[in-house]
């Protein structure tokens, strides 16, 4: 058994901003599935929102959050997020990040950040890096810090299998490393920062390794679990046969992209006055009901910028296919996206369970409500990340070391039975994906959500076996998309991202749902303090 301070699973910008701060006071693992390039914060392509322009501007962006998240917003959590952002942000500037700049006067030096906007913001205020690779860039420039301080541990291509736990505590962590072999790790406190569930569905933006992980992890440890019905489907994922479900960002329609039916019809002036910059899950359901009769497009046909200097990976990507913004209409659908909910944590980043925390797409404080503001994840991660390593220091510092036997279990004693071939977890994974699309994607409904709790209750009975990747990807990918069903079921309204076509109205009174042990509920509305978590000790 191997001890360090802290663990992070995951090397995105939740997990590397803490890693930052937590070696400041003590040793820490960073552990992630494959190398360290591959994250979602690498796949973000817009940018990242922050309010640089004084009170005037986070006050807007505060309020723009608000509005975005369907009266389901922890507004003690978005204001942490607005005013904090640009403190964060700075410091990005101060490691290297390199977003991009207008021009510079002759002899002024740097130029002034190039600020640009996106869906349901109220202004321009999203900074991007080289076009369309903000994610990119970001984690490139986090890496570059990290990989610079002795204090962290970088173990790369290793799963994470479970967390262990001693008395109620998290105390460390099973890994399974590339060469597949077990490793347990102790620690004093464990942040997960592993990232969203986006492969729990078979159209998605997401990388391979968006599997849902630590979700599943800390629900089968016993952790709380909230707003897990609130998928967001992000409105325009390239549509081509034999193509990627390519993300085409939404900075496109902030410079100035249409939607166009099969008949050649901008048609979002009949669902929001904002039109194409209307939120998310408007334009989503939008883009389903149009594509009912043909295809739909987005059309830059009449915008007269460089298109391909301005979304160069974009362009690159398109190219394949033959097509150009500026010339082509381009195919597009909706495709799951970003999960709002996730491990149930207050401001802090604390879970239910003592000695864990979450921050980024892995947690949920209720910052984004029921629908995500556009460019709000990366300054999530950011944030939330800082915050959580903060409190995980206050913690270590004001607690005694927890030691745990040596003789914890590392895995379930089920996992020794001879493995399932791989192929047959490749077929089960896929059972699991279409069924999710088909009943439990962007619009809803009893009959459907029935559906798939019966196939997810047949597929637990043929669970992959066996202590090898696909196969704990397989188990946790059931555990999150049955939270997903549950909650969905039982959140009888229409609330952001979650549309029931038989309860079509929102309630009155805006409810978060909380899972744990199998039990659903509904707590608290809008007033209440979401970021309070009474199981903690």
Not at 71 to 77: H, K, Q, S
Not at 124 to 147: F, K, M, P, Q
Not at 159 to 187: C, H, I, K, P, Y
Not at 263 to 282: C, S
Request: hydrophobic letters at 45%.
């Amino acid at each position: 058994m191997d001890r360090v301070d802290f663990l992070v699973i995951g090397g995105g910008i939740a997990g590397l901003s803490a890693a930052i701060r937590l070696a400041d006071v003590g040793n820490v693992l960073v552990v992630t599935k494959e190398g360290l390039s591959e994250s979602n914060t690498a796949y973000a392509q817009g940018g990242i929102a922050v309010a640089m322009g004084g009170d005037e501007d986070v006050a807007l962006h505060l309020q723009d959050t608000i509005d975005a998240g369907d009266g389901l917003v922890n507004r003690a959590a978005a204001e942490l997020l607005v005013e904090q952002g640009p403190l964060r942000v700075a410091e990005l500037l101060a490691w290297g990040t390199g977003f991009d700049r207008y021009p510079a006067a002759a002899g002024d030096g740097e130029g002034e950040l190039m600020r640009t906007r996106e869906g349901a913001h109220s202004r321009s205020r999203i900074l991007h890096a080289n076009g369309d690779a903000t994610g990119r860039e970001i984690a490139v420039s986090l890496l570059r810090h990290v990989r610079g301080i002795t204090m962290i541990e970088l173990m790369e291509w290793t799963t994470s299998v479970d967390l262990l736990m001693d008395e109620g505590r998290v105390v460390g962590a099973t890994l399974l490393d590339g060469e597949g072999g077990l490793r347990t790790v102790q620690v004093r406190s464990v942040l997960l920062a592993s990232g969203g569930a986006g492969q729990v569905y078979r159209e998605t933006t997401n990388p391979e390794v968006a599997t849902g992980d630590g979700i599943a992890m800390a629900y089968r440890a016993g952790a709380a679990v909230s707003d897990m019905e609130f998928y967001q489907f992000h409105p325009t994922a390239f549509s081509f046969p034999g193509a990627p479900r390519f993300l085409l960002s939404e900075a496109l329609r902030g410079e100035g992209a249409w939607l166009v039916n099969a008949q050649g019809e901008r048609f979002m002036e009949r669902y929001h006055p904002l039109l194409e910059l209307a939120p998310r899950d408007v334009v989503a359901r939008a883009i389903t009901r149009e594509g009912m009769d043909g295809e739909v497009y987005l059309d830059m046909r009449h915008v007269k910028k460089d298109l391909v200097e301005r979304f160069p990976g974009i362009s690159k990507f398109l190219a394949k296919y033959r097509l150009e913004l500026g010339r082509d209409l381009i195919p597009v659908r909706p495709a799951a996206h970003y999960l709002m909910g996730g491990v149930k944590t207050d401001v802090h980043g604390r879970s239910s369970l003592p000695g864990l925390f979450a921050a980024g797409e892995v947690a949920c404080t209720g910052v984004h409500g029921a629908n995500r503001l556009a460019s709000n994840s990366l300054l999530e991660g950011l944030v939330f990340g800082a915050l959580a390593a903060e409190e995980m220091i206050r913690q270590a510092s004001e607690s005694a070391e927890p030691t745990i036997e040596d003789g914890v279990a590392a895995v379930p004693a089920a996992w020794d039975s001879p493995p399932s071939a791989e192929a047959a977890v490749e077929r089960w994974i896929t059972d699991l994906r279409d069924l999710m699309w088909k009943d439990a994607g962007l619009l809803r409904d009893r009959m459907g959500l029935e559906r798939a709790q019966r196939g997810l209750d047949a597929l637990a009975l043929m669970m992959p076996r066996g202590v090898f990747r696909r196969a704990i990807e397989a188990r946790n990918l059931h555990v999150v998309a049955s939270v997903i069903v549950a909650s969905a079921l039982g959140r009888e309204e229409s609330r952001g991202a979650h549309y029931r076509i038989d309860f079509p109205e929102k309630d009155a009174v805006a409810k978060h749902s909380v899972m744990m042990g199998g039990q659903l509920m509904f707590v608290g509305d809008v007033t209440d303090n979401f970021a309070e978590v009474p199981t903690q000790r």
